[in-house]
């Protein structure tokens, strides 16, 4: 294995499960939180933002929000994580 190979950025797309999700918001309009977009740092924590579409419809920026410091949702971002490393580990090479 290549020790100098560098991977600048592992990022996975969870869709948070409709009893967790909550509004925000942004620019003057609401959004429903319906993805967490997390990040693996170069330390090895996690980073998660959160991701939605305007409650009144249509597509709306692409705005990011903060993630509520709540266990349940620390709970889907651990399990996710650890979900996307056993499908990394298992992956079958180029298709």
Not at 58 to 77: C, I, M, N, Q, T
Request: no cysteine; aromatic share 6%.
């Amino acid at each position: 294995m290549n020790s100098d190979l560098e991977v600048s950025a592992l990022a996975i797309n969870v869709t948070i499960p409709q009893a967790l999700r909550w509004t925000g918001t942004r620019r003057g309009e609401a959004f429903t939180l319906t993805t967490l977009n997390v990040r693996l740092l170069p330390d090895g924590h996690l980073a998660v933002k959160a991701y939605g579409r305007p409650v009144g419809g249509g597509r709306g920026a692409y705005v990011s929000f903060p993630v509520p410091d709540k266990p349940e949702l620390a709970a889907l971002v651990a399990e996710a994580s650890s979900r996307a490393g056993e499908l990394w580990a298992a992956h079958r090479g180029l298709g």
